[in-house]
């Protein structure tokens, strides 16, 4: 049990390294990298503790993604910069890519010449594991926009503004 | 400062053509390139009607009084992502609200946030490699798999950056980078080094983020048009990924 929580929060740590080298990849400016690397550990902890929970990875990356998305609009108050620039580095180390990689494997096999036994089998995984990528990248976008969606304001700085309390 | 109103518009036009074409260039949300370049003109009491699409931007400026209209196209030049960029004209869209500046002043901006340095290319090769070698862990790999994945995104990105340089189509210069990292990772694999894991997270450092997460963006935003285009761009970068993952794949036989 200790070592499976030593693992969840060891993960964390990558989460944060994962994100940092895309911040670096888009030329995020160097005040907001830190920031990106907390943003990407705490919505990547929330990620692997609900599936250690027993929630779908599905919902899980929703909620990490989530929870980036409004920490975003908070640091982008305090950093000054949009909240995508926190956001979409953040966002990236929760992409699928080995189910992503599975599902194309699956197809190559799909292709060659297999029985009609195995064929059934390796469809379903291909299925299962490509259905799994794609709405996890859907809910990963979803989960950048959540706060927009809620606030219903193009920027950032609105929400602020229209609460009287004005920053420069 | 301008004599006229009609030279005002003019600059102003000129000016917001620039900051639309950088902003799209540099990985911004079509609602964004919207909201900042209405922003700026209604700072200078002008109105401004835009035509946002990939690969061009087209604009109306005008006062609500004389006939007189600033209309233009600017092609947009095909720099990569770059946050430096969209993060400082947020800035300084919101100064030239504050602060009344002048078109003068937005164009010494501009340059100012053109010339901001990049980070050193060493210092985006390893950092890049780790994030590689995380992405490895987070799969799942063992500390050998992650110091292959960590070479195999170093040279990967190393050959992609280089592929741009001799100016190659960047699809193309995509499926190079992937195939070098996923050929090298092979190897490793193959050689019985390390397992599927640091194969398959070894390109994942190619992953188009900015256009898949402006994909969803343009599309729950009403910019459907923009979204589509942008979302078939993602979809090829991740096939071109693909591509060289497979090329790897037939050749090692896995």
């Given at each position: 049990m200790d070592t499976?929580?030593?693992?969840?929060?060891?993960?964390?740590?990558?989460?944060?390294?994962?994100?940092?080298?895309?911040?670096?990849?888009?030329?995020?400016?160097?005040?907001?990298?830190?920031?990106?690397?907390?943003?990407?550990?705490?919505?990547g902890l929330t990620k692997v503790i609900l599936v250690h929970f027993g929630a779908g990875v599905i919902i899980a990356s929703l909620a990490g993604a989530?929870?980036?998305?409004?920490?975003?609009?908070?640091?982008?108050?305090?950093?000054?910069?949009?909240?995508?620039?926190?956001?979409?580095?953040?966002?990236?180390?929760?992409?699928?890519?080995?189910f992503a990689y599975k599902m194309m494997l699956g197809f190559i096999k799909l292709t060659g010449n297999?029985?009609?036994?195995?064929?059934?089998?390796?469809?379903?995984?291909?299925?299962?594991?490509?259905?799994?990528?794609?709405?996890?990248?859907?809910?990963?976008?979803?989960?950048?926009?959540?706060?927009?969606?809620?606030?219903?304001?193009?920027?950032?700085?609105?929400?602020?503004?229209?609460?009287?309390?004005?920053?420069? | 400062m301008p004599d006229s109103k009609e030279e005002l518009i003019d600059d102003v036009g000129h000016v917001l053509l620039e900051v639309g074409t950088l902003l799209m260039s540099s990985g911004a949300s079509t609602g964004r390139i919207r909201t900042t370049v209405t922003r700026i003109s209604e700072a200078f009491e002008l109105r401004t009607e835009l035509l946002i699409t990939q690969r061009a931007l087209t604009i109306s400026v005008n006062d609500n009084e004389?006939?007189?209209?600033?209309?233009?196209?600017?092609?947009?030049?095909?720099?990569?992502?770059?946050?430096?960029?969209?993060?400082?004209?947020?800035?300084?869209?919101?100064?030239?609200?504050?602060?009344?500046?002048?078109?003068?002043?937005?164009?010494?901006?501009?340059?100012?946030l053109k010339s901001l340095p990049h980070y050193p290319r060493i210092i985006i090769l390893t950092i890049v490699a780790l994030a590689g070698a995380s992405f490895c862990r987070l799969a799942g790999g063992s500390p050998i798999d992650l110091i292959i994945a960590f070479i195999a995104t170093f040279c990967g990105l190393w050959v992609r950056q280089e592929a741009h340089k001799l100016e190659f189509n960047p699809y193309l210069c995509v499926?190079?980078?992937?195939?070098?990292?996923?050929?090298?990772?092979?190897?490793?694999?193959?050689?019985?080094?390390?397992s599927d894991h640091a194969f398959a997270t070894s390109v994942l450092y190619l992953i188009p983020g900015v256009p898949l997460i402006n994909t969803f963006s343009d599309l729950i935003d009403g910019n459907i048009q923009n979204g589509i285009v942008?979302?078939?761009?993602?979809?090829l970068i991740s096939f071109s990924i693909a591509l060289g993952l497979l090329g790897a794949i037939l050749i090692y036989k896995f």
């Open positions: 499976e929580w030593l693992l969840i929060f060891e993960k964390t740590i990558w989460f944060g390294f994962a994100a940092i080298g895309f911040g670096i990849l888009f030329n995020v400016p160097t005040r907001t990298l830190l920031p990106i690397y907390l943003l990407a550990a705490v919505g989530s929870l980036i998305g409004i920490l975003s609009t908070v640091t982008a108050h305090n950093k000054h910069a949009p909240p995508l620039v926190f956001s979409i580095p953040a966002v990236i180390p929760m992409v699928p890519g080995i297999t029985s009609a036994s195995d064929y059934s089998q390796i469809l379903f995984d291909t299925v299962n594991n490509g259905l799994k990528a794609l709405f996890i990248l859907m809910t990963l976008a979803v989960g950048v926009s959540i706060p927009f969606l809620l606030t219903r304001k193009a920027s950032a700085k609105e929400l602020k503004i229209k609460k009287g309390n004005k920053t420069t | 004389s006939d007189h209209f600033f209309s233009s196209i600017k092609r947009t030049s095909p720099h990569g992502v770059n946050f430096k960029i969209v993060s400082g004209i947020s800035r300084m869209s919101w100064r030239v609200v504050e602060e009344k500046w002048t078109v003068d002043q937005i164009w010494k901006d501009l340059e100012r499926f190079f980078a992937s195939f070098t990292a996923a050929m090298l990772s092979g190897l490793a694999v193959k050689l019985g080094w390390g942008r979302g078939i761009n993602g979809m």
